[in-house]
């Protein structure tokens, strides 16, 4: 790859000169590369042909897993969490220990390492959040309790910030099928003050998400208050949330 030194900067293709802008300004590159028939068919390619096997499912269960999460990708997320999400799904593939190489799935790997994800590296949840909580699994239901804290002192409360609430999203990803279910529930909004909060407990019905791989986040949500009435803040940009627990699906 060239770089473009002249004070004409071109985009676009002449002969087998392709021009364009890239992150690190003008560029420029020569057509060439190895036929798209020949890499599908040489046996010399078939490595190439396998990993890019992988890299698709892994692409179409990432994406299958956004969907699932969308109650949070629409409140906290960065510009590269469906990125971070596929590199992530790329590594549970890989350790998919039942299938031929190529042929390796995520459902069959370890999901478990989806555990701790944050959906926003700019927000991350337990950089927002210092209250002590606890996570209650009783098999039917999914149990986050907050031990009782000051909002103003235990919150990492960004500028403009009045009120908050606290999320709790359950999702299902069949990555055989391809479907998805989730089920969202919040706490009720409380002002970011000096008065305690003793009574901030979420539930999840855990037994609406049979069949499938199992998904649970916590996330938190900072609001503002303008006449009387709350906004989230920033279109979200502040807000946090990440996958707490997983479980395979039977």
Do not use: C, W
């Not at 994406?63 to 409140?75: G, M, S, T």
């Not at 590269?80 to 590594?91: A, D, E, V």
């Not at 478990?112 to 996570?135: K, N, P, R, Y």
């Not at 791989?213 to 009435?229: P, R």
Request: glycine fraction near 8%; aromatic fraction near 10%.
């Amino acid at each position: 790859m060239a770089r473009q030194s002249s004070f004409i900067k071109l985009e676009g293709t002449i002969g087998d000169v392709t021009f364009y802008k890239g992150r690190n300004g003008y560029n420029a590159r020569q057509k060439g590369g190895i036929p798209k028939e020949r890499i599908m068919k040489d046996a010399k390619f078939q490595r190439t042909r396998e990993n890019l096997a992988e890299f698709a499912r892994a692409a179409t269960a990432a994406k299958l897993l956004k969907r699932a999460f969308q109650e949070i990708v629409a409140k906290a997320r960065d510009a590269r969490t469906h990125n971070r999400i596929y590199s992530q799904t790329i590594k549970v593939l890989k350790t998919d220990l039942v299938s031929d190489r190529g042929e390796r799935k995520v459902e069959d790997g370890d999901i478990s390492l989806f555990t701790g994800f944050q959906f926003s590296s700019a927000s991350v949840f337990e950089s927002l959040v210092f209250a002590d909580h606890t996570v209650q699994d009783n098999g039917a239901q999914l149990v986050v309790t907050f031990n009782p804290f000051v909002p103003n002192r235990y919150l990492a409360r960004p500028d403009g910030a009045t009120h908050f609430k606290m999320f709790m999203v359950a999702a299902s990803a069949n990555f055989t099928d391809q479907t998805k279910q989730s089920a969202v529930v919040s706490s009720a909004e409380y002002s970011i003050g000096e008065d305690e909060v003793a009574d901030l407990i979420l539930t999840v019905d855990k037994n609406q998400l049979a069949g499938a791989d199992h998904f649970y986040a916590l996330g938190i949500e900072f609001l503002q208050e303008t006449n009387g009435k709350t906004y989230t803040l920033n279109n979200g940009a502040h807000n946090g949330a990440a996958i707490i627990l997983t479980e395979e699906g039977t």
